[in-house]
């Protein structure tokens, strides 16, 4: 044997083998390759995207939060105010109802005071005719003389 025969056949061989491995199996491994590179930079891809859409979502999520803390903020404050202003309401109220109740009392110490008045003057004017009768030592008639009383009585106001 002769090992250039040998060597060329093998050249040969490997040559035949290297074109058939190029032309049936290289293309189907190298699609198969590039399909699964493509599979990992989509999934790169989608992962990079999910991190973007966490970040987001916790900013939204940040924003929202922040949006209800201070509509709650609001709310506590027109409650306070509300409140402030029902207590100055309701303290209008009392003292308006205060004040009515007082110019009643006073209207009614003054009905009080008419007729014990009045009660005063009857009984100055029961004395008074008393008084005359004593003095005078005989009997003066109320009913023949009540224009008298009434003069007597106005005089007393």
């Known amino acids: 044997m002769n090992i250039n025969a040998t ?3 093998q050249a040969l061989w ?11 199996i290289w ?3 190298q699609k198969a390759m590039q399909e699964r590179q ?17 970040v987001l979502a916790a900013e939204r999520a ?11 903020a609001e709310i506590l404050a027109q409650a306070e105010k509300r409140g402030g202003e029902l207590v100055e309401e309701a303290k209008g109220n009392a003292k ?6 007082v110019q009643a009392a006073k209207a009614e110490i003054e009905q ?15 004395l008074a005719v008393a008084g005359a009768e004593k003095i005078l030592k005989r009997d003066v008639d109320a009913k023949a003389h009540a224009q008298l ?5 106005a005089e007393l106001r």
């Open 7 to 9: 060597l060329f056949g």
């Open 14 to 24: 490997f040559a035949v083998f290297i074109w058939l491995t190029m032309k049936y």
């Open 27 to 29: 293309p189907p491994l």
């Open 38 to 54: 493509q599979q990992i930079a989509d999934g790169l891809a989608a992962a990079e995207r999910g991190k973007q859409d966490l």
């Open 62 to 72: 940040a924003e929202e939060l922040q949006k209800a803390r201070d509509q709650a």
């Open 96 to 101: 308006a109802e205060g004040e009515r109740i």
């Open 112 to 126: 009080e005071v008419n007729r014990a008045r009045e009660q005063l003057r009857a009984q100055v004017a029961t």
């Open 149 to 153: 009383l009434q003069g007597l009585e």
